[in-house]
């Protein structure tokens, strides 16, 4: 059974950083590409960033290209989302993603692709 589990989330001011993290207990792992997402209110869920299985591959949202970075730790079964610069446009619920078999791309960016989710952390961007 693949669980994700997030943290991290908290209120900071314009400007400031967070590290969101996500670990990810089952087999799927190392096999699959793993992903960000957001909720704000009253918007539907939005892809944020992706990283391939084999860590050779990111892609941003365009609205955060150069602000946040995607990466992993194998060794601790666990995706990061650094965000850098934030703004208050970024408060959202963040969810991390995973997504099972059949794995046709090294990437995927819709989240109807992903099969498992973790239950969300929030960000606060506010002065």
């Known amino acids: 059974q693949v669980q994700l589990v997030e943290s991290g989330g908290n209120k900071v001011q314009p400007g400031e950083s967070l590290r969101l993290s996500c670990v990810v207990t089952?087999?799927?792992?190392?096999?699959?590409?793993l992903g960000w997402f957001r909720q704000a209110p009253g918007k539907e869920r939005e892809f944020v960033a992706v990283?391939?299985?084999?860590?050779?591959?990111?892609f941003y949202t365009e609205d955060v290209k150069g602000r946040f970075t995607i990466s992993k730790d194998i060794t601790k079964n666990t995706v990061y989302l650094q965000m850098t610069n934030l703004k208050p446009e970024d408060t959202a619920v963040y969810y991390c993603?995973?997504?099972?078999?059949?794995?046709?791309?090294?990437?995927?960016?819709?989240?109807?692709?992903?099969?498992?989710w973790g239950q969300g952390t929030q960000v606060t961007v506010s002065s």
């Open positions: 089952g087999s799927t792992f190392h096999i699959t590409p």
């Open positions: 993603a995973a997504k099972g078999p059949p794995m046709y791309y090294s990437i995927y960016t819709m989240s109807d692709d992903y099969d498992y």
């Open positions: 990283l391939s299985s084999s860590a050779d591959r990111e």
